[in-house]
T-cell receptor
Framework: GIQVEQSPPDLILQEGANSTLRCNFS?????LQWFHQNPWGQLINLFY???GTKQNGRLSATTVATERYSLLYISSSQTTDSGVYFC????????????FGKGTHLIIQP | KAGVTQTPRYLIKTRGQQVTLSCSPI?????VSWYQQTPGQGLQFLFE???????NKGNFPGRFSGRQFSNSRSEMNVSTLELGDSALYLC????????????FGPGTRLLVL
């Protein structure tokens, strides 16, 4: 199955800072999603981005499928951005569902 | 439009018992996937259903099973519970099968004593 590596594993920032989270994956994918898991466990879909660039407010994401990585950018961080960010690629035709990385645990301090 | 709902939200069972968890997808979505999240193993795919048929299954023992009904609602069952089954069980729905945006429910927290 697909191997997924996310970095950094932990990140502590002050409110207002910018950050870049990285996701490397081992195989070709036709599905890649970024999720934010809040402290109550809810996984919130941020982007469906198997390739290209998308932006949504202070968040944007870029996937370079040919080089097998994806980046999530968070600008002007707020305390509500705290939580765990997961990258989850999928091969579509495989039998493994979405494969989740171990996540980046982000803490935004006021 | 209502999101994915899961019931119950919290559950405490003892070893050897069985448990059934329920998931109602977003209206119109026909695919439901289940995932298990534990501190040690992270998020792992359990299985996926589409039009009442299991399309894919992850690497879990046969004690884990599921089904999907004609209204796309899905249930998963774990028999002969073990301590290691304590986890957050998440279900996700999408229009068709994987390869598009999946929307997750709030999860069911299962504690096995």
């Amino acid at each position: 199955g697909i191997q997924v590596e996310q970095s950094p594993p932990d990140l502590i920032l002050q409110e207002g800072a910018n950050s870049t989270l990285r996701c490397n994956f081992s195989d070709s994918v036709n599905n890649l999603q970024w999720f934010h898991q809040n402290p109550w466990g809810q996984l919130i879909n941020l982007f469906y981005i198997p390739s290209g660039t998308k932006q949504n407010g202070r968040l944007s994401a870029t996937t370079v499928a040919t080089e097998r990585y994806s980046l999530l950018y968070i600008s002007s961080s707020q305390t509500t951005d705290s939580g765990v960010y997961f990258c989850a690629p999928g091969s579509g035709g495989g039998a493994d569902g979405l494969t989740f990385g171990k996540g980046t645990h982000l803490i935004i301090q006021p | 439009k209502a999101g994915v709902t899961q019931t119950p939200r919290y559950l405490i069972k003892t070893r050897g018992q069985q448990v059934t968890l329920s998931c109602s997808p977003i209206s119109g979505h026909r695919s439901v996937s289940w995932y298990q999240q534990t501190p040690g193993q992270g998020l792992q795919f359990l299985f996926e259903y589409f039009s009442e048929t299991q399309r894919n299954k992850g690497n879990f023992p046969g004690r884990f099973s599921g089904r999907q009904f004609s209204n796309s609602r899905s249930e998963m069952n774990v028999s002969t519970l073990e301590l290691g089954d304590s986890a957050l069980y998440l279900c996700a729905s999408s229009w068709t099968f994987r390869g598009e945006t999946q929307y997750f429910g709030p999860g069911t927290r299962l504690l096995v004593l």
